[in-house]
């Protein structure tokens, strides 16, 4: 396995501290979008290179180099661990597989579920669920919908529950529920992009925050209104999709006081600078996955006879 293809599996772990500040410093729609692209090149990169990784361990053993038609031994720089490196990332993909599948199954269920019940409960794209707990969250689909609880309903007041609903509607209207599904399977794929999952999260729910505020016309009722339904779910955590969005999610406290704050600030100089990095270290992941794999191919070529040293 050639050098370059070290790079994807290590720059996952430099994106946490980068996504985060970018979560925080740059404006939420185009951080929504440079993070959940980030993520996904950086998860694709290192799944490249775990597969590069397991093919050139199998290659170096006599049935998988008789199947490839290998002429000659298969030289890389790694050949005294390429076949336990094999193992390792063999282990790895297996396990990163089935949690995902897990995930992925019981997220559909949810789903379905969540669904069936709101369509026995909706009025419009309204759900209202009786329960002592209160909650309210995006729910996405064919159609989409709004589903709160009773307990919800009964912690705010009128014009809470209509920011409330402004919010919910955001993400359904801007389908943040695909940036979500992305930020999942890039953590699943290396797990050092977990941190930029929450990263994410928070950058759909402050540009949900910003798309109520500016639908009500009132950013101290908007952020009024996410505290205090943050306030009544309390510590309860409620059963939804790991999809579905929700305004009590997330730093709550953080998304108040970006509401509160000045609606136009300047751009602090740092944010697109930490941008920048956090999209040229995806750039750099998905060239070095790239240039190993071909470095790789050329490699099996000269062992096959087919191309000169």
């Not at 180099?65 to 002429?71: N, Q, R």
């Not at 995806?282 to 190993?292: F, K, L, R, W, Y």
Request: with cysteine.
């Amino acid at each position: 396995m050639t050098a370059l293809l070290l790079f994807p599996l290590l720059l996952p772990f430099i994106a946490p501290a980068l996504a985060e500040r970018t979560a925080r410093r740059l404006a939420p729609v185009p951080a929504v979008w440079l993070l959940t692209l980030a993520a996904l090149a950086l998860a694709g990169g290192s799944v490249v290179a775990l597969g590069a990784l397991v093919l050139t361990g199998l290659l170096k053993m006599p049935l998988f180099a008789s199947l490839g038609e290998l002429v000659h031994p298969l030289r890389t720089p790694w050949d005294a661990v390429a076949v336990p490196s094999a193992a390792a990332a063999i282990g790895l993909i297996a396990v990163g597989a089935w949690a995902l599948t897990r995930s992925a199954v019981r997220q559909i269920r949810a789903l379905r579920a969540a669904h069936a019940e709101a369509g026995r409960r909706a009025a419009g794209d309204l759900c209202v669920v009786d329960s002592p707990h209160p909650d309210a969250y995006a729910l996405p689909g064919r159609p989409s919908r709004i589903v709160i609880t009773t307990a919800m309903i009964r912690s705010l007041d009128p014009a809470e529950r209509e920011v409330l609903f402004a919010h919910e509607r955001a993400h359904n209207t801007y389908h943040h529920h695909y940036f979500l599904a992305a930020a999942e399977l890039a953590a699943y794929c290396h797990p050092a992009l977990r941190p930029a999952r929450d990263a994410i999260r928070y950058a759909a729910e402050r540009a949900a925050d910003e798309a109520a505020a500016a639908a009500v016309g009132d950013r101290r009722l908007t952020a009024r209104a996410i505290a205090r339904a943050a306030l009544a779910s309390g510590t309860h955590r409620p059963e939804r999709p790991a999809v579905a969005p929700a305004a009590t999610s997330g730093p709550v406290p953080r998304r108040v006081a970006a509401l509160l704050a000045d609606p136009a600030p300047r751009h602090r100089r740092t944010a697109p600078w930490v941008a920048a990095l956090l999209a040229a270290c995806a750039i750099a992941s998905v060239s070095a996955s790239a240039t190993g794999v071909i470095d790789f191919h050329h490699k099996v070529e000269v062992a096959q006879g087919e191309s000169a040293h």
